[in-house]
């Protein structure tokens, strides 16, 4: 597995919070889109949430479940956007200590919170789950079964597994290196028919099924071009999370999406 956890001196919620105040920012007067540009580690940033958010099926007095939450970022806009409390899960100490953290600047640690887990094993009861959410983890697993066992142990009868992942397709090689993997042969990312037919073996409906990749070439693009008129990147970004590489992680991605390496996918599983 790829760790995240960056060997720089100063922990990350600090240098998140020295970002913010590069952009004229404090950590007292936020709003949850001003942290989309480092606590929304995936393909697509806030772009891509927004219109996978209502297939959770979740509202208020529900309860959400994060599988790799990361930073908490899809986790703080589900909790926003449809009023359930949202519980994260993520095997990086350090990433679910600086997004709790991050919760408290938007007032969002009442809704959300972070735990340190394994998404393999979630120390928590069967059935306690109305929806489960996975958000670009099952590349960096080597049984992501287990990771579907889960999410179908932990959620409630008729509940929903909504993934948002890249997929392979075609036969070659990505280009390397991608944030899961720096070469092929440690690449554990799946192809679609592969994803669903995990989800079947362990006993999930297919609900829906959204191809995501035009509106993230569009995303990448638009990211791009932005940097270039600024003259570099901002303060901000997900170098913070990734480390030094993320500009090769960024353009990799972007160019396995353009050449249908992969596709980014919004899967919609139900628990029968
Ligand atoms: C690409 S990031 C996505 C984070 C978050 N879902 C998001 O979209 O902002 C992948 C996350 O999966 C976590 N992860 C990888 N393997 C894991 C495991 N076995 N159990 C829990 N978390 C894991 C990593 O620590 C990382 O935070």
């Known amino acids: 597995m790829t760790d995240f956890a960056i060997a720089q001196e100063e922990?990350?919620?600090?240098?998140?919070?020295?970002?913010?105040?590069?952009?004229?920012?404090?950590?007292?007067?936020?709003?949850?889109?001003?942290?989309?540009?480092?606590?929304?580690?995936?393909?697509g940033g806030l772009e891509t949430i927004r219109?996978?958010?209502?297939?959770?099926?979740?509202?208020s007095g529900d309860v959400t479940l994060?599988?790799?939450?990361?930073?908490?970022?899809?986790?703080?806009?589900?909790?926003?956007?449809?009023?359930?409390?949202?519980v994260g899960?993520?095997?990086?100490?350090?990433?679910?200590?600086a997004g709790n953290e991050l919760s408290g600047w938007v007032g969002a640690d009442e809704m959300v919170q972070l735990e340190v887990a394994d998404v393999c094993h979630v120390p928590h009861k069967s059935e306690s789950f109305d929806a489960v959410l996975?958000?670009?983890?099952?590349?960096?697993?080597?049984?992501?079964?287990?990771?579907?066992?889960?999410?179908?142990?932990?959620?409630?009868?008729?509940?929903r597994f909504v993934v948002l992942d890249p997929v392979r397709c075609?036969?070659?090689d990505l280009h390397y290196p991608v944030p899961w993997a720096s070469v092929a042969d440690?690449?554990?990312?799946?192809?679609?028919?592969?994803?669903?037919?995990?989800?079947?073996?362990?006993?999930?409906?297919?609900?829906?099924?959204?191809?995501?990749?035009?509106?993230?070439?569009?995303?990448?693009?638009?990211?791009?071009?932005?940097i270039s008129e600024m003259g570099g990147p901002p303060p901000l970004g997900l170098h913070l999370v990734m480390g030094p590489d993320f500009p090769t992680f960024a353009l990799n991605a972007f160019q396995n999406?353009?050449?249908?390496?992969?596709?980014?996918?919004?899967?919609v599983f139900e628990k029968p």
């Open 89 to 97: 899960v993520d095997l990086s100490a350090d990433t679910t200590l």
């Open 134 to 159: 996975s958000v670009h983890v099952h590349m960096f697993l080597q049984a992501p079964a287990q990771m579907f066992a889960e999410a179908f142990r932990l959620l409630k009868p008729g509940g």
């Open 11 to 43: 922990n990350l919620q600090t240098r998140i919070a020295q970002a913010l105040s590069a952009q004229g920012k404090t950590t007292d007067a936020l709003v949850l889109e001003d942290l989309a540009g480092v606590d929304e580690i995936h393909i």
């Open 170 to 172: 075609g036969d070659g």
């Open 186 to 226: 440690a690449d554990n990312i799946l192809r679609e028919t592969e994803l669903k037919t995990l989800a079947a073996t362990t006993g999930f409906r297919p609900h829906t099924r959204s191809d995501f990749s035009a509106l993230a070439i569009d995303w990448f693009s638009a990211t791009f071009a932005r």
């Open 66 to 86: 994060d599988l790799g939450s990361g930073l908490g970022g899809p986790a703080r806009f589900v909790a926003r956007e449809t009023g359930s409390r949202v």
């Open 51 to 59: 219109p996978i958010v209502g297939s959770l099926g979740v509202g």
């Open 257 to 267: 999406l353009q050449e249908e390496k992969i596709a980014l996918l919004h899967l």
